[in-house]
């Protein structure tokens, strides 16, 4: 049964938001709670990483399966090797070129990432945000934000700040910054493997990610009979 609470709607600019909002936001998810951020593919429905209730928290908002790992937000990409136990030369290469951006690089993870942030597995998948807001509160951030879609899981993304019905738990504070830029899911690689597999086609297309990287380094998901 969705278990609904009011939440605290910030309205902020999109470029220049407000410290206020910036700190409250980090403050909320450093106490384990939920806040949804604008980014430029969709609004994130994100928490504090480190806390396991809190990635739980997550998964019931959406009813996520609990087999799908969520990613992590990073500020730079320097901050890549905080959460990758390894990062081959064509990852860097893709971050060079698309972050801040719309995608998101599968990697061996670290213990600095905890299992439960991420379905158990030894992977994990970062990404730097293209958007003023959710920079700003991953910069003051000083632990990982784990995120994904602010909806309900088989659900559109939503491209609009989250109402009342598009969560079964409601977030603590919801960052209002207007429309999404992209509109639409970012493109996530799977870099662990060689060569790279293509999960998802998102924000960055296809044809872009083989004339950089190459169409050797890039295999396409196999397409079930």
Request: hydrophobic share 45%; net charge neutral; charged share 20%.
């Amino acid at each position: 049964m969705c278990r609904k609470r009011e939440s605290k709607v910030l309205r902020v600019n999109a470029q220049t938001p407000g410290q206020r909002a910036i700190e409250e936001a980090v403050s909320v998810l450093r106490d384990g709670g939920l806040v949804v951020l604008p980014t430029d593919t969709v609004y994130g429905l994100c928490c504090n990483a480190l806390i396991e209730s809190a990635v739980a928290e997550v998964y019931e908002a959406k009813g996520r399966p609990a087999s799908m790992p969520l990613i992590i937000f990073l500020p730079d990409a320097q901050a890549m090797d905080l959460y990758a136990a390894e990062v081959p030369d064509l990852a860097r290469q893709a971050a060079a070129k698309w972050w801040p951006g719309p995608l998101t690089i599968i990697l061996k993870r670290r213990e600095s990432v905890p299992g439960f942030a991420v379905a158990g597995g030894d992977t994990v998948g970062l990404r730097v945000p293209a958007h003023p807001v959710a920079l700003a509160v991953l910069k003051a951030a000083d632990f990982p934000v784990a995120s994904t879609s602010a909806n309900l899981s088989g659900r559109p993304s939503p491209v609009q700040a989250p109402g009342g019905a598009d969560l079964c738990v409601q977030p603590d504070v919801i960052l209002d910054a207007g429309p999404c830029s992209l509109g639409r899911e970012s493109t996530v690689v799977d870099f662990s493997r060689t060569p790279a597999v293509l999960v998802r086609e998102g924000g960055v297309p296809l044809a872009e990610l083989q004339a950089t990287l190459g169409l050797a380094s890039l295999r396409l998901p196999q397409r079930s009979p």
